[in-house]
């Protein structure tokens, strides 16, 4: 039998709506390799097992538009990634490293 993780079991580490650095790729070309994965900011959805969270990757160059609504590209349709991610790929931060990192990874060019 399959247990059910239930919303009211997060352990504390990561509660929802936290803001962090999550490991994830920012390059198609790091696709690849785990190893050169920055440390980008994001928010914890949810935890979604003992040791596993859902992260959404808040960096605007990775969002691609909703397709499924007209005006997908307006800034209320865009989709940021989403991932899922155990307490190794996750770092706790305050608001302001979180902003400062956003900013950074939005000045850095991708090409």
Same mark, same amino acid.
């Given at each position: 039998?399959?247990?059910?993780?239930?919303?009211?079991?997060?352990?504390? =580490?990561?509660?929802?709506?936290? +803001?962090? /650095? *999550?490991?994830?790729?920012? $390059?198609?070309?790091?696709? @690849?390799?785990?190893?050169?994965?920055?440390?980008?900011?994001?928010?914890?959805?949810?935890?979604?097992?003992?040791?596993?969270? =859902?992260?959404?990757?808040?960096? +605007?160059? /990775? *969002?691609?538009?909703?397709? $499924?609504?007209?005006?997908? @590209?307006?800034?209320?349709?865009?989709?940021?990634?989403?991932?899922?991610?155990?307490?190794?790929?996750?770092?706790?931060?305050?608001?302001?490293?979180?902003?400062?990192?956003?900013?950074?990874?939005?000045?850095?060019?991708?090409?």
């Amino acid at each position: 039998m399959i247990a059910e993780y239930l919303p009211d079991d997060n352990d504390g =580490r990561f509660p929802e709506d936290t +803001p962090v /650095l *999550v490991s994830y790729p920012l $390059c198609d070309n790091q696709n @690849d390799d785990r190893d050169s994965w920055p440390w980008l900011p994001g928010t914890i959805l949810a935890q979604c097992g003992p040791d596993e969270w =859902r992260v959404v990757v808040e960096v +605007p160059a /990775l *969002v691609i538009p909703d397709p $499924c609504v007209p005006e997908g @590209d307006a800034p209320e349709n865009l989709l940021y990634p989403a991932c899922f991610r155990d307490a190794t790929e996750i770092r706790a931060v305050n608001m302001n490293v979180w902003q400062r990192t956003r900013i950074e990874v939005s000045t850095t060019d991708l090409a």
